[in-house]
């Protein structure tokens, strides 16, 4: 400040014009082509100017034209870097357009040292088709999403169904056990449900064993054999005992 401060005190005191303050170093955004040259990007470089160690956020009047110098040097190199990358690709044209004015920094020296940053952004427009097609890849990733819970979740039922079935298949009482399961107060109905199935068996059994017995008086021996072979054949299927193969050597053969 007091480089040009002390001019323009030293002019007033002489009535001389005053001198003209220094000039900010403002950012400075252009449009810079993209791939195919069907969109811009927009370009915004911040330059820093340094001396002995110190930044300089203005110049005076006669370093202009080594700051406007920077600036036609860093939209040089930046606009074929750009030009490399499609118009959704800002992120990727800005760390390229960053290296690029970094390597090309140390040139870039006068009366400061100067070094260039840039921003590189898209239109409103451009950022609406990244918006519709970002939506469209996030609807498609999620219908395959859905489909593929829909698909994990309907094996996982089958599965489930299959142990169930498995597990209730030769099973005497699985329909009871499965209507307990989804009525609990059915648990008198179905008590009294078996209590009437065991006593009809019973008089199943004792009319079977009651009419075997009054053939008896009828038969011969060998007949007598037999019937007394099916009789308990047939009362250890009624009590759900295995029963032994009828074996053909078992069989009593009278003569002629």
Known sequence: MRKWLTPMLIGIYQNEPEAVPPANVEPFTFDSPAKGDAYDFSVTLHRTATSAGKRARAVLDDELPEAEAVLQRACEEIRPVTRQFEIT?????????????????????????????????????????????????????????????????????RLKWQEFLAAVEGSDRAVQAI???????????????L??????????????????????????????????????????????????????????????
Do not use: C
């Open 89 to 157: 690709e800002a992120g990727a044209a800005e760390l390229a357009a960053n290296q690029r004015l970094a390597s090309v920094s140390p040139a870039m020296t006068g009366s400061y040292r100067w070094t260039v940053r840039a921003e590189v952004n898209v239109s409103e427009e451009v950022r609406q088709l990244n918006r519709d097609a970002y939506k469209q890849q996030h609807d498609i990733r999620s219908e395959a999403a859905a489909a593929l819970l829909r698909i994990e979740s309907t094996d996982m039922v």
């Open 179 to 193: 209507q307990l399961a989804a009525d609990r107060t059915q648990l008198p109905r179905i008590f009294m449900d």
């Open 195 to 256: 209590v009437e199935q065991r006593e009809q068996d019973a008089q199943e059994l004792l009319g079977t064993i009651e009419r075997i017995m009054q053939s008896y008086q009828a038969v011969d021996m060998l007949h007598f054999v037999v019937s007394n072979e099916t009789v308990l054949r047939r009362t250890l299927e009624l009590l759900g005992l295995p029963v032994p193969p009828l074996q053909e050597d078992d069989v009593l053969v009278g003569g002629p």
